[in-house]
Nanobody, 123 residues
Framework: QVQLVESGGGLVQPGGSLRLSCAAS????????IGWFRQAPGKEREGVSC????????DTAESVKGRVTISRDNAKNTVYLQMNNLKPEDTAVYYC????????????????WGQGAQVTVSS
């Protein structure tokens, strides 16, 4: 069974940090580009960051640039999203997604999706 599972979400104060993990089961991530997306209440889903199959290329949305870092550990079949200096506007459900491609995209043309992890930034 192909599955992506996000973890690491939670409640954090403004200025705090979180690291989200995306673990794959049923397939190996090293053949896939991975993207992180988020959706806040009443808003459309938006791309946050993505990483190519080899990890050589990443892309990050302007809204979070300089505050998030995406990385992958193919040996652990896991991709990470480190988020620093979090702001209340970062509050959303965060999803990871996988596509069998060399290159990644912040457009949601992905094959597999996780169930999402809630991130709430509030004092």
């Amino acid at each position: 069974q192909v599955q992506l599972v996000e973890s690491g979400g939670g409640l954090v104060q403004p200025g705090g940090s979180l690291r989200l993990s995306c673990a794959a089961s049923g397939f190996t991530l090293d053949n896939y580009a991975i993207g992180w997306f988020r959706q806040a209440p009443g808003k459309e889903r938006e791309g946050v960051s993505c990483i190519s199959r080899s990890a050589a290329i990443t892309d990050t949305a302007e809204s979070v640039k300089g505050r998030v870092t995406i990385s992958r550990d193919n040996a652990k079949n896991t991709v990470y999203l480190q988020m620093n200096n979090l702001k209340p506007e970062d509050t959303a459900v965060y999803y990871c997604a996988a596509v069998k491609s060399v290159y990644c995209s912040l457009i949601s043309l992905y094959e597999y999706w996780g169930q999402g992890a809630q991130v709430t930034v509030s004092s």
